[in-house]
């Protein structure tokens, strides 16, 4: 062979040309099969059909490439042909990018949140009392501060702990965010409740033990206030977003997401915060992506880092507890902030200039 090396390079070029053409012509057919089989009801993957096709190709094959190589470079051509007829076939979701490119943003009582702006929501665990909420609601306002987070109903782990003040609990949010000029927010975790619970509070919260609640996320969709849908303990990026799709679909387009940490063999913190959940969930959805730093820590030494951390990943806010007297708070007692850690912590993030602050109408 007198070929030059530069001659032979070129010809590799474009035998490489030539195989790209006929692989995408291939995908085109395996497109239209895919679309007959869908109208038919048959399965995508047919095991025979491929056992056929890898057996022709073997008797047909001059070499130099071995028979077992062949099987597996088609192999691997057929599994990308089966991929494509399942994307091809795959609803969109409405919470994902593909089907909506630009960011949802919620406007509540004049408080932006998503897009470029950004907020802060915090207060108790557990609403307790008239003052104990008026007098987190002062420093909430005094900190500049537009929600205010508070448990009414509060799903327990053990039957014997506090389960909330229910009903009594969301008037008593109603008249200190009325009184204060905030919007307010709670966790729901019966359907019957949210028809009731949309009479006196801004945002409906569905918590991490009833992401999926599938009859409760039914009903959120079809209430007429924002849900803020925090993640499951153990529930991986994916159920966390068709969990959402399911609020979504029956209706309710108001919708943000809450990474609160997930459940690891980490003993240090309460949970693991799973920082790496905001810029995914912010590339794949267009909903506003939060971060429950208290829950995903369960320390306060190490929360305004975390806080921080949320921030600069992209979250659309950060939530965390504050308490005026948390060492006699009825849940959550070790983690809350009292109300002078909570101006420390507010001062630490807006020194790092981080915080987009939003917009107060």
Known sequence: MNDTLEQLRNRLDDINMELLRLLN???????????????????????????????DLVNHNPGPFKDS????????????????????????????????????????????????????????????SYEQLRTVA?????????????????????????????????????EVGDEFGLATISEIVHPAHIDIAAEYIDIIQIGARN?????????AGKAKVPVLLKRGIAATL??????????????????MLIERGIRTYEKWTRNT???SAVPILKQETHLPVLVDV??????????????????????????VEVHPDPQTALSDA???LDIPQFISLMKGIRESGLLKETVQK
């Open 238 to 255: 994916e159920e966390f977003i068709h969990a959402a799709e399911y609020i979504a679909v029956s209706g309710n387009s108001r919708l």
């Open 138 to 174: 002062a420093a909430l306002k005094e900190a500049g501060v537009k929600v205010m987070r508070g448990g009414a109903f509060k799903p327990r782990t053990s039957p014997y702990d506090f389960q909330g003040l229910g009903v009594e609990g969301l008037k008593m949010l109603k």
């Open 211 to 219: 992401m999926q609640n599938f009859e409760l996320l039914k009903e």
């Open 334 to 336: 070790a983690q809350q």
């Open 294 to 319: 208290t829950h995903s820590t369960g320390r306060k030494d190490i929360l305004l880092p975390c806080a921080k951390a949320a921030l600069a990943a992209g979250a659309d806010g950060v939530m």
């Open 273 to 275: 915060l799973d920082i």
């Open 25 to 55: 012509a291939r995908a085109e057919v395996v497109r239209s099969i895919g679309e007959i089989k869908e109208k038919q009801g048959l399965s995508k993957f047919d095991p025979i059909r491929e056992r056929k096709m890898l057996d």
């Open 69 to 128: 190589e062949i099987r597996q470079l088609f192999k691997e051509i057929f599994k990308a042909s089966l991929n494509l007829q399942e994307e091809d076939h795959k609803p969109k979701l409405l919470v994902s990018r593909n089907k909506q490119p630009d960011d949802t943003v919620l406007d509540i009582k004049g408080t932006v949140i998503g897009g470029t702006a950004q907020v802060m929501i915090a207060g108790p665990c557990s609403v307790e």
